[in-house]
């Protein structure tokens, strides 16, 4: 079994960086628990303020609590924000745009994964919303403080099964049918083309955007696995991350100096990765951004 473990630390890559975030502002979505708790209390670690954006309030305060207990900094705050209804996302924006002076690091963390078809409170398929138009709307909201906050940096936890979808233009909401693998593929896919086209729109402004893939991770998102996957993942989960492990690049892309002049990668293991054919498609993500502006009514040049 010691052997088995050693092949997962050298495949999983470990990473440690002294980088100080004092002074600094970081938002992260869905930060009560796996990934997203545990990039936080690694980033509260190195002084920074930290912002936990989740939907439910008790388990956030619960997590904010257990972080600044370990982490010593106090300077941990929660904020109620659902991202599968808009209003509560734009609420949170409005909150965040008043309250704070600056936002140095967004990290778009949250997402659900492979769940039954159901909708948003806005009428989106519940996949493809949250994962996707949730971030990018949120993204639009904060994004002129960002800016103002360079330099500063976006960062989008995508996945590997960006590659089991494709975006479907005309059944972004697979109303016509829908497979909860690929309508999760195609929201993951959504996440890595929104980044590609931030890094245009973004350059020489002092942001700089990332899209991650945290690995395979033992968390809580394999709750909506059928029978076939739970025994596949049965039979990989010794090799697969754990929760540290897998928060690894997500804190890399938001801490490392080197990255300050690289923007819109693809990254994975703490370094740059490959992504499909698809999500390297600037004609498809141009039409994405588009079609998620009409979506969500909102006009972002």
Known sequence: MSNIYTIRAILCGQWSSSERLDGKTVI???????IGKETAMDLAKRGGRIILACRDLGRAEAAQREIIE????????????????????????????REEKQVNILINNAGIMMCPYSKTADGFEMQFGVNHLGHFLLTFLLIDLIKRSRPARIINLSSMA????????????????????RA???????????????????KDTGVTVYAVHPGI???????????ALLISWKIVR??????????????????????ETESGGYYSD??????????????????LWELSCQMLGITWD
């Not at 370990?70 to 965040?96: C, P, Q, Y």
């Not at 010794?238 to 990255?259: D, H, M, R």
Request: proline share 2%.
């Open 270 to 287: 703490c370094k740059p990765s490959s992504c499909t054919r698809a999500a390297k498609d600037d004609e498809m993500a141009q039409k």
């Open 217 to 227: 991770v033992r968390t809580e998102l394999k709750r909506h696995m059928n029978l």
């Open 162 to 181: 960006h590659k089991w979808g494709w975006i479907q233009l005309e059944d972004i909401n697979s109303e016509r049918s829908y497979h909860s693998r």
């Open 28 to 34: 992260i979505t869905g930060a009560n628990a796996g």
């Open 70 to 97: 370990k982490s010593g900094n106090t300077n941990i705050v929660t904020r109620k924000m659902d991202l599968s209804d808009t209003r509560s996302i734009r609420e949170f924006a409005e909150l965040i745009n």
């Open 184 to 202: 999760y593929g195609q929201s993951k896919l959504a996440n890595i083309l929104s980044i590609r086209s931030l890094a245009k729109r973004l």
């Open 238 to 259: 010794p090799f697969t991350k754990t929760i540290v492990q897998g928060a690894q690049t997500s804190i890399y892309c938001a801490v490392e100096p080197e990255l």
